[in-house]
């Protein structure tokens, strides 16, 4: 069984045309799945029906084959992690310490699960030197750690990460990627991400969506889509 479906997924803002058509997606435990294509194809809009922050116009999306519905949303936002591609509409705590927190607090989890989770997650990111600091002075990359660590202290099963370079130098970049890549044996964790960054989807995935124009226009294992004539 997939661990995250969509079914026929079509979605469209108040009064424009679809941002999604039609939209079927899948994706397995432990894999790491790109999904890639043009500003404005509609791969932000798919990663916020996938958590279930946005509802279908219609189709469905099913996490472990089960219909995300307004019952199950809790459990969905448990399961699903999704870090934004903007970190400053994440990252708002006093510290970056209460900041990780929130997530798990918000799970309502007893104090020292949360304080154990906080923990592992700063160090997981390498946030020792900044924990104390307001996270809304930080650097963009510095940020982006912040907003994966809280993602991560939830400790989801399905991690989406919208843009995830944006924004980093190149040091932050291969530490992202070596960081990414230990997720999926070391928690069983399947990663879902965009990126404009066309070279790096080799290192980072097993399969990759194309998405134009509100549709996925292919779908395939990593050689298959990038040796196409
Ligand atoms: P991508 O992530 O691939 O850049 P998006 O999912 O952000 O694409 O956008 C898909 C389409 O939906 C675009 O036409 C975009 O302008 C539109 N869109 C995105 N967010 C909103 C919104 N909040 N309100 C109205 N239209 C939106
Ligand atoms: P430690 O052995 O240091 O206590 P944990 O096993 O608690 O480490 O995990 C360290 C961090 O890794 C957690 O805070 C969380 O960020 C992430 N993590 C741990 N287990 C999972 C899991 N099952 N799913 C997702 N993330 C996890």
Redesign the pocket.
């Known amino acids: 069984m997939h661990i995250i479906e969509t079914r026929d997924l079509t979605f469209a ?1 108040p009064n ?1 045309p679809p ?1 999604l058509s039609g939209v079927n997606f899948t994706a397995g435990r432990k894999e790491r799945v790109a999904v890639i ?10 990663f916020k029906h996938l958590n279930g922050i946005l509802t279908p116009s219609s189709g469905e999306v099913l996490v472990h084959g089960e219909s995300v519905t307004k019952r199950n949303l809790r459990e969905v936002r448990k399961a699903v992690g999704l870090v934004f591609q903007n970190p400053d509409d994440q990252v708002f705590s006093p510290t970056v310490e209460q900041d990780i927190a929130f997530g798990p607090a918000n799970l309502g989890l007893d104090e020292e699960t949360i304080a154990h989770r906080v923990e592992s997650a700063i160090q997981l990111m390498a946030l020792e030197d900044l924990r104390d600091r307001p996270p809304h002075h930080l650097s963009g990359g510095e940020k982006k750690r912040v907003a994966i660590a809280g993602v991560l202290a939830m400790e989801p099963q399905v991690l989406i990460l ?1 843009e995830p370079t944006a924004g980093l130098d190149p040091q932050g970049v291969a530490d992202l990627i070596r960081f990414v890549n230990t997720l999926p044996e070391a928690f069983g964790m399947t990663v879902i991400f ?1 990126t404009h960054h066309l070279d790096l989807v080799p290192e980072l995935a097993d399969s990759v969506y194309v ?1 134009d124009h ?1 549709r996925v226009v292919a779908h395939g294992s990593v050689p298959a889509i990038f040796s196409r004539p």
Request: aromatic letters at 6%; a positive charge; proline letters at 0%.
């Open positions: 803002y424009r941002a294509g043009a500003n404005g194809a509609g791969k932000s809009t798919l919208d965009s998405m509100s």
